[in-house]
């Protein structure tokens, strides 16, 4: 069966600050790996995945995420944050199959202080 | 594109009565759809799976004759839940997958308040 770990169930940080919110995976198969994002009172949107290839991802609003598997990690930067960020951020993965199911990690919460 | 909306957004209703929550994929055809509840501070719980003309797979524990789904059409799945108690009161979502596998849409979410 596969799990996603998310350490960190908060991180503060301050404003033009870096940030590296964590996770880790098991899977004794293949998998996709997703970070998305949730802001307050709304669904969830996307900002990268890693489907295979280069093992650094580019997403959306300036964010990066680095496959590591030897590591069984898919950990999200940022080199520096905005109060916009202000966030639950959340890793996931899928199985390569047309019917699995995404399996969440339990959510970071990114707080940003001015 | 891959846009999902969800109707209502909020919904206060008494105990005892159903509400019914609609999922729609505007722009593309969904053939599974997919509904999450989530807690407050929690990460999403998947409910179940709904594939279009077929019945849902419910999740283990979670109870398929107050959760009622229905996947009527490639564009539109519903979840209504029948004899609601305070309990069922939370943040529900669902997400809709078009034909690349591995990707979900997710709706903006739907907030019930059972009273």
């Known amino acids: 069966a596969q799990s996603v770990t998310q350490l960190d169930s908060q991180v503060p940080v301050f404003e033009e600050a870096p940030v590296e919110l964590r996770c880790n995976y098991s899977?004794?198969?293949?998998?996709?790996l997703f970070w998305y994002v949730q802001y307050p009172n709304q669904g969830l949107q996307l900002l990268l995945k890693y489907l295979s290839g280069s093992t650094l991802v580019k997403g959306i609003n300036g964010f990066e995420a680095e496959f590591n598997k030897s590591q069984t990690s898919f950990h999200l930067r940022k080199p520096s944050v905005h109060i916009s960020d202000t966030a639950e951020y959340f890793c996931a993965v899928t199985l390569y199959s047309s019917a699995s199911k995404i399996i969440f990690g339990s959510g970071t919460r990114l707080s940003i202080r001015p | 594109g891959a846009v999902v909306s969800q109707h209502p957004s909020r919904v206060i209703c008494k105990s005892g009565t159903s509400v019914k929550i609609e999922c729609r994929s505007l722009d593309f055809q969904a053939t599974t759809m997919f509904w999450y509840r989530q807690f407050p501070k929690k990460s999403l719980m998947l409910m179940a799976t709904?594939?279009?003309?077929?019945?849902?797979?419910?999740e283990q524990g979670v109870e398929k004759d107050k959760f009622l789904i229905n996947h009527a059409s490639l564009t539109l799945s519903t979840l209504t839940v029948t004899s609601a108690h305070p309990e069922d009161s939370s943040f529900y979502i669902c997400?809709?997958?078009?034909?690349?596998?591995?990707?979900?849409?997710f709706g903006p979410g739907t907030r019930l308040t059972v009273t």
């Open positions: 899977s004794s198969v293949s998998v996709y």
């Open positions: 997400s809709a997958r078009g034909q690349i596998a591995y990707e979900q849409y």
């Open positions: 709904s594939n279009e003309g077929s019945k849902a797979t419910y």
